[in-house]
């Protein structure tokens, strides 16, 4: 199996404005995906992604570099290195949300690529692939039902 990169795609019927602030804002990013976010939302911006309570043991917290941010088209960021390196090509996946106007909303292109550039073994880098695999495969579908849920409120 090719472990290059992961590509998903929706369709939703909101404006590429409307989704560029689902895909990139804290306050919507928590709506759909973490449970918490911090992020400085532009080119070079650093913050975290939080899964459970941050302060309890199990918690996970990814640290996140946006790389670039150019809205209402592109949103990307690189995450997945190790604590106390700073992301890069070498040591971190990136991932693109490209938005395109289609008929009465937008079509969402989301990319995460860079796991074979980390260099992994052979059986981290798959259970790494799967895992996102997984999380993308969840967390896309409530991507399209928040921005549903977000356009329909009054």
């Keep these: ?33 973490p449970d918490d976010v911090e ?29 670039d941010a150019q809205p209402p088209r592109l949103f990307s960021f690189r995450w997945c290195h190790q604590e106390g390196e700073v992301a890069s090509p070498g040591n971190s996946t990136l ?5 395109t106007p289609s008929e009465n909303g937008t079509t969402v292109h989301l990319t995460e690529s860079g796991f074979r550039e980390q260099g992994w073994e052979a059986a981290v880098l798959e259970a ?17 039902a928040y921005v549903a849920r977000l356009v329909s409120t009054p």
């Design 95 to 99: 991932v693109t949300f490209e938005l």
């Design 1 to 33: 199996m090719e472990y290059g990169s992961i590509e998903r795609e929706i369709y939703v019927e909101a404006s590429p404005e409307v989704v560029y602030e689902v895909v990139s804002s804290p306050e919507h990013l928590k709506e759909w995906w």
């Design 128 to 144: 790494s692939y799967n895992s996102h695999v997984e999380g993308w495969d969840y967390f896309v579908p409530r991507l399209g």
């Design 39 to 67: 992020l400085d939302p532009v080119p070079g911006g650093t913050g975290e992604l939080v899964w459970g309570d941050r302060n309890a043991p199990e918690a996970r917290i990814s640290t996140v570099t946006v790389v």
